[in-house]
């Protein structure tokens, strides 16, 4: 990085090209004043703003410094510091009552971006604005399909593209920097500019970062060492399906016996309703009190020792809201951990037709009585492995008072990253890390340390783009590049509404690409009896056993991916370009992906398909199930129900794995 000065302009560049350019004709800061009205209906938010004021910043002086410069920009000053590659521009907000701030950085025409959390529609930012806030994504995300109509009309749930559960003011380029924004305020990244991207946020931020690296493994090694690296996966994890069913001891281990005596391989049962069960006209809901339910799963530690003992392990469920008919409520009012209005009365949340209490994360009494009272006292003590460590992206913001003292619109998108922290400390302390797992959909700006598991939340149960099975690959590739790369789905997806119901074609496509994810996890979906099941379907359970079978058969190279993911930040599935740098297509493309350097997947992701059509980069790479060797270019290839089109590079160290697993499952 290189800090230029020509008079009262000044230019940030890096190997000759510029980043940041400062002058009367280029203004790099805008600040100004805004109005902002904040709407939130269970999860989901409606936010306009009206901007009042916004004006350009001119740069008043310049002092040149060892490391960098000081600039006076008069309602505002920037110390910018550069060390080798990385420069950090660390603001101090001398008007008070700027509470909006627009960031300028030089762009490219033919520049490609990606990250800012997770995206579940496009993984090339360039053309588009996002929108950066935590919030439910929406049903169907697509506001020209029935489903997104029906949802916004009946429960203003449809969604948009940019809607996200993990937003986070960072992106990478491909000009081979990444660049992220201290704050957790709404912010608005626009990269629809041809010459610049702008930034929004609605506050003066802390600093920008902006790191370069000479390839994109480099720069992943830089931002994940940043941000900090998530810890490696348990062991038991690989070694089969994570079965989610659910209704009780009986039900529940009895469809765990069923799965097994049809040769599918087990390696968790996951019962979300183990703290009991509601019935609301979404479907079936859980008692939102974190503890075992006696009358479903009485004994239900004993039951825990005895699949330990046969090697299986028992998942759970939690979130960081207490129902206020539950137990746990009536101990954490008695404790005072709860936060409140602004008139000291008591703040409930409705989450659908029951409300909550939201212990206060901000405040320290608050967060050791959640993190011991309940994740250890109920959930670890007992013996569970693993739990979906679920919401964290309703924190309301209308007269909500919180013990850090901060506005909730800033706490708001930082809430995530808290509830991810309260569950790793009670691992951390308790010494689980790397034993338990827990799996989370919200995020922000922290999560990547402390989130043991990403999960992509509630997809449709369909084939559709923007909320099916093609969202999870490219939400994915932009949580990768954003520094979590440890994800999985609910396989054939969760959101079943107005008709939209779950197919065997649906299930086993999904199943097909999660056999090459880090996880291999089912669910039932929001009403179990109105979908397709693998357990009611005999020919299904033939298909799946033999799925999860070519996934345990990963695990060397799985697990070794898993391990290059907390160790280097390199995500465990990556975007073509990753590792062909020099192929333009590869930055094209999001709904390929490559698991690791040496396997290429290119999931099916319609309907009733015998051909898929993929695109393979450099190289010599062997068709998984028929042996065939392709070369670089575009091919269609078999891809009949089970046999997603998969291939793995013909020099890789693993090809002799790879090789015996399309031997023992392949049609060649």
């Known amino acids: 990085m290189k800090f230029q000065r020509n008079g009262s302009a000044w230019t940030l560049e890096h190997d000759g090209k510029i980043l940041l350019e400062c002058g009367e004709s280029a203004p790099l800061l805008y600040v100004g004043c805004g109005k902002e009205t904040v709407d939130m209906y269970r999860g989901n938010y409606k936010i306009e703003?009206?901007?009042?004021?916004?004006?350009?910043?001119?740069?008043?002086?310049?002092?040149?410094?060892?490391?960098?410069?000081?600039l006076d920009f008069g309602e505002l000053a920037i110390s910018l510091s550069i060390e080798g590659d990385c420069a950090v521009l660390a603001f101090q907000q001398k008007n008070p009552a700027i509470n909006r701030f627009w960031f300028r950085v030089k762009a490219e025409t033919d520049e490609f971006c990606y990250g800012c959390g997770e995206q579940m529609s496009y993984f090339n930012l360039?053309?588009?604005?996002?929108?950066?806030?935590?919030?439910?994504?929406?049903?169907?995300?697509?506001?020209?399909?029935?489903?997104?109509?029906?949802?916004?009309?009946?429960?203003?749930?449809?969604?948009?593209?940019?809607?996200?559960?993990?937003?986070?003011?960072?992106?990478?380029?491909?000009?081979?920097?990444?660049?992220?924004?201290?704050?957790?305020?709404?912010?608005?990244f626009d990269f629809r500019n041809p010459d610049f991207h702008e930034l929004q946020i609605w506050e003066v931020p802390a600093s920008i970062r902006i790191e370069a690296a000479p390839?994109?493994?480099?720069?992943?090694?830089?931002?994940?060492?940043?941000?900090?690296?998530?810890?490696?996966?348990?062991?038991?994890?690989?070694?089969?399906?994570?079965?989610?069913?659910?209704g009780g001891n009986e039900r529940s281990f009895g469809l765990m016996e069923k799965t097994l005596e049809h040769g599918i391989k087990v390696s968790g049962v996951w019962c979300q309703d183990w703290c009991g069960k509601r019935i609301t006209s979404f479907?079936?809901?859980?008692?939102?009190?974190?503890?075992?339910?006696?009358?479903?799963?009485?004994?239900?530690?004993?039951?825990?020792?005895?699949?330990?003992?046969?090697?299986?392990?028992?998942?759970?469920?939690?979130?960081?809201?207490?129902?206020?008919?539950?137990?746990?409520?009536?101990?954490?009012?008695?404790?005072?951990?709860?936060?409140?209005?602004?008139?000291?009365?008591?703040?409930?949340?409705?989450?659908?037709?029951f409300d909550c209490a939201i212990p206060d994360l901000t405040d320290t009494k608050a967060y050791e009585w959640f993190?011991?009272?309940?994740?250890?006292?109920?959930?670890?003590?007992?013996?569970?492995?693993?739990?979906?460590?679920?919401?964290?992206?309703?924190?309301?913001?209308?007269?909500?008072?919180?013990?850090?003292?901060?506005?909730?619109?800033v706490e708001h998108n930082h809430w995530p990253a808290l509830w991810a922290k309260c569950n790793y400390d009670a691992l951390a302390e308790t010494g689980k890390l790397g034993?338990?797992?827990?799996?989370?959909?919200?995020?922000?700006?922290?999560?990547?340390?402390?989130?043991?598991?990403?999960?992509?939340?509630?997809?449709?149960?369909?084939?559709?783009?923007?909320?099916g099975l093609a969202s999870v690959v490219c939400g994915a590739l932009s949580l990768g590049m954003t520094g979590c790369g440890l994800t999985h789905s609910d396989i054939?997806?969760?959101?079943?509404?107005?008709?939209?119901?779950?197919?065997?074609?649906?299930?086993?496509?999904?199943?097909?690409?999660?056999?090459?994810?880090?996880?291999?996890?089912?669910?039932?979906?929001?009403?179990?009896?109105?979908?397709?099941?693998?357990?009611?379907?005999?020919?299904?359970?033939?298909?799946?056993?033999?799925?999860?079978?070519?996934?345990?058969?990963?695990?060397?190279?799985?697990?070794?991916?898993?391990?290059?993911?907390?160790?280097?930040?390199?995500?465990?599935?990556?975007?073509?370009?990753?590792?062909?740098?020099?192929?333009?297509?590869?930055?094209?493309?999001?709904y390929q992906y490559l698991l690791g350097p040496d396997l290429l997947a290119a999931p099916v992701y319609l309907a009733e398909q015998t051909e898929w059509p993929v695109y393979l980069p450099e190289g010599e790479w062997v068709h998984l199930w028929t042996g065939k060797t392709y070369g670089k270019g575009d091919h269609t290839v078999p891809a009949a129900l089970g046999d997603t089109p998969v291939f793995y590079k013909k020099d890789s160290k693993y090809a002799e794995l790879f090789a015996e697993i399309g031997k023992k499952h392949g049609r060649a």
Not at 224 to 246: C, H
Not at 297 to 317: D, M, S, T, V, W
Not at 515 to 531: D, K, L, Q
């Open 215 to 246: 390839t994109f493994v480099e720069l992943l090694r830089k931002e994940s060492a940043f941000f900090g690296r998530q810890p490696e996966l348990p062991d038991w994890i690989y070694n089969g399906l994570i079965i989610g069913v659910q």
């Open 371 to 409: 993190k011991n009272e309940v994740i250890k006292k109920h959930s670890l003590d007992i013996g569970i492995d693993g739990w979906m460590a679920d919401f964290g992206e309703y924190l309301p913001t209308d007269d909500l008072v919180l013990s850090s003292g901060k506005s909730p619109m």
């Open 435 to 467: 034993e338990v797992v827990y799996f989370m959909r919200a995020g922000g700006t922290g999560n990547q340390k402390y989130c043991t598991l990403m999960w992509e939340g509630d997809q449709s149960v369909d084939f559709s783009i923007h909320d």
């Open 492 to 590: 054939g997806g969760y959101t079943s509404q107005y008709g939209n119901k779950r197919t065997k074609e649906v299930f086993l496509r999904w199943a097909e690409m999660a056999a090459f994810t880090a996880v291999m996890r089912t669910h039932e979906c929001n009403r179990p009896e109105e979908n397709f099941q693998y357990y009611d379907d005999e020919d299904c359970m033939v298909r799946l056993a033999r799925l999860v079978d070519v996934y345990t058969m990963l695990k060397p190279y799985i697990k070794a991916l898993v391990h290059e993911n907390c160790t280097e930040g390199i995500p465990v599935q990556r975007p073509l370009f990753l590792h062909n740098e020099d192929d333009p297509r590869c930055y094209e493309i999001q």
């Open 49 to 70: 703003d009206y901007v009042v004021e916004r004006r350009p910043l001119a740069v008043k002086d310049i002092q040149e410094t060892e490391t960098g410069a000081e």
């Open 283 to 353: 479907g079936k809901r859980l008692q939102w009190d974190w503890r075992a339910n006696e009358e479903m799963y009485p004994g239900l530690a004993n039951e825990i020792e005895k699949l330990h003992q046969r090697g299986i392990k028992f998942l759970g469920y939690i979130n960081p809201y207490l129902v206020n008919d539950g137990e746990l409520y009536r101990q954490g009012k008695e404790a005072d951990v709860f936060a409140k209005k602004a008139d000291g009365s008591e703040y409930l949340v409705d989450f659908g037709e």
């Open 126 to 188: 360039r053309g588009r604005r996002f929108p950066l806030w935590t919030s439910e994504p929406g049903v169907g995300r697509d506001k020209t399909t029935y489903v997104t109509w029906r949802a916004d009309v009946e429960d203003r749930a449809g969604g948009d593209y940019f809607n996200t559960y993990f937003p986070q003011p960072t992106y990478l380029s491909s000009r081979h920097y990444y660049l992220h924004v201290d704050s957790t305020a709404y912010a608005d």
